[in-house]
């Protein structure tokens, strides 16, 4: 699978197709945008929103949350305020989310499964890693939205000034719901 990749973007670079996509590393309307990972966002998201090429910083994840104040996505949005003049962030949940239905066990028996070692395991929890926590999913949608809309609004290092809104997609139509 890589090599086809591989295969088709030297032919994409070659025939200079990368040219249409051409922008600035500032966001052209200033916002950001924390979504999900889902495969049906991947080109549905930015569509369904009329956002093209360089328009807003991506940010994606499993579920869209926000699971430490200080982890990789919270410093990804102070980044984009700070340095890339981003006012206005939009958290999009989607429903249909596979994070609603995880499960930490099941996901632990898989690793099991997989050759990931009980010592591994173990370590992990040694240092303070609570695969509960981490590896567990939410029960709705909507409230998981609110949420990490309420770590970003009650962030210490979010200015006041920085808009933050809770958004649904549905996964099939992309239509939004305001949360």
């Given at each position: 699978?890589?090599?086809?990749?591989?295969?088709?973007?030297?032919?994409?670079?070659?025939?200079?197709?990368?040219e249409e996509?051409?922008?600035s590393?500032?966001?052209?309307?200033?916002?950001?945008?924390?979504?999900?990972?889902?495969?049906?966002?991947?080109?549905?998201?930015?569509?369904?929103?009329?956002?093209?090429?360089?328009?807003?910083?991506?940010?994606?994840?499993?579920?869209?949350?926000?699971?430490?104040?200080?982890?990789?996505?919270?410093?990804?949005?102070?980044?984009?305020?700070?340095?890339l003049?981003?006012?206005?962030?939009?958290?999009?949940?989607?429903y249909?989310?596979?994070?609603?239905?995880?499960?930490s066990?099941?996901?632990?028996h898989?690793?099991?499964?997989r050759?990931?070692?009980?010592?591994?395991?173990?370590?992990?929890?040694?240092?303070?890693?609570?695969?509960?926590?981490?590896?567990?999913?939410?029960?709705?949608?909507?409230?998981?939205?609110k949420?990490?809309?309420g770590?970003?609004?009650?962030?210490?290092l979010?200015?006041?000034?920085?808009?933050?809104?809770?958004?649904?997609?549905?996964?099939?139509?992309?239509?939004?719901?305001?949360?």
């Amino acid at each position: 699978m890589l090599e086809d990749l591989l295969k088709y973007n030297k032919e994409f670079v070659e025939n200079k197709r990368y040219e249409e996509f051409t922008s600035s590393k500032y966001p052209n309307k200033k916002i950001a945008i924390l979504s999900c990972m889902d495969t049906r966002l991947t080109e549905l998201l930015p569509a369904a929103l009329g956002l093209k090429n360089g328009d807003v910083k991506m940010i994606k994840n499993a579920g869209a949350i926000i699971s430490s104040p200080f982890g990789s996505a919270m410093r990804s949005l102070i980044v984009a305020i700070y340095d890339l003049d981003v006012d206005e962030i939009l958290v999009i949940g989607h429903y249909d989310c596979g994070m609603q239905s995880l499960d930490s066990k099941a996901i632990l028996h898989k690793m099991k499964s997989r050759n990931i070692s009980e010592e591994k395991i173990k370590l992990i929890k040694y240092c303070g890693i609570d695969f509960d926590i981490w590896l567990n999913g939410f029960d709705s949608v909507e409230e998981s939205v609110k949420a990490t809309v309420g770590m970003i609004v009650n962030h210490p290092l979010i200015p006041k000034d920085v808009n933050v809104y809770g958004l649904i997609m549905d996964p099939t139509t992309g239509k939004v719901d305001l949360v």
